[in-house]
């Protein structure tokens, strides 16, 4: 299983970018997917999951400005950022487990797509 992020990008403060993460193999529908962020010299945060059954949850800095979905016939995972801070700055990972709270904590996650960049200026 291999995971390809991309759809990160530089935006102004209260812009939007939407994050894609693309899964390959026959089994997507089955894991539970996450979306994390690392800053510079910070360690790596949780963002956003959604589980195999679409259920989604979020980290309280986000709630109301992220939307986490998925789609199984395409293999894919979007996080839709919205309202962006400054602070949301960061390079941000996509996850896959078949474990939903592997993808909520970080811990012995399956699977690590290699990460896309998001600056927001202010």
């Known amino acids: 299983v291999q995971l390809q992020a991309s759809g990160g990008g530089l935006v102004q403060a209260g812009g939007s970018l939407r994050l894609s993460c693309v899964v390959s193999g026959r089994t997507f529908s089955r894991y539970s997917m996450g979306w994390f962020l690392q800053a510079p010299g910070k360690e790596r945060e949780f963002v956003a999951a959604?589980?195999?059954?679409?259920?989604?949850y979020y980290a309280d800095s986000v709630k109301g400005r992220f939307t986490v979905s998925r789609d199984n016939a395409k293999n894919t995972v979007y996080l839709q950022m919205n309202s962006l801070k400054p602070e949301d700055t960061a390079v941000y990972y996509c996850a896959a487990d078949p474990r939903f709270l592997e993808v909520v904590t970080g811990r012995g996650v399956d699977y690590w797509g290699q990460g896309t960049q998001v600056t927001v200026s202010s």
């Open positions: 959604i589980s195999a059954s679409g259920s989604p």
